[in-house]
């Protein structure tokens, strides 16, 4: 009996996790610092939160190790006027009313 709660459990665990999904967004219209640390990007075409945020920007995270990085390559990508995709943890509601971004990436 013990070990079929133990199995149901898991198997509802395994059910209702979520998966990081990435998304093209095109090119960056804007990049947005705040003396509080906390970076946005937002592209040229219009952004609808995936995960039922309100906020049409998305948020880079400076706390976390790599949002420097995250930062630096948010820049880069304005600049050389890159394609770019973003990774959302997919799971709905997971915002701070703006997307939070997990991962960036540069593309052609």
Known sequence: MKKSIVLALSI???????????????????VQAQTNGNIYIQ???????????AGTWIKIDMSTP???EAYATALAAFLSNSN???RL??????C????VTQMIRLYR
């Not at 592209?43 to 945020?53: N, Y």
């Not at 943890?89 to 997971?94: L, M, R, V, Y």
């Not at 701070?96 to 997307?99: A, E, G, L, P």
């Open 66 to 68: 790599g949002g420097k």
């Open 43 to 53: 592209p040229i075409s219009s952004w609808s939160s995936p995960q039922g945020c």
């Open 96 to 99: 701070s009313y703006y997307d």
């Open 89 to 94: 943890s997919g799971t709905q509601g997971d």
């Open 12 to 30: 509802l665990a395994y059910s209702t996790a979520t998966v990081a999904v990435d998304h093209n967004i095109g090119k960056l219209k804007y």
């Open 84 to 86: 770019v995709r973003i």
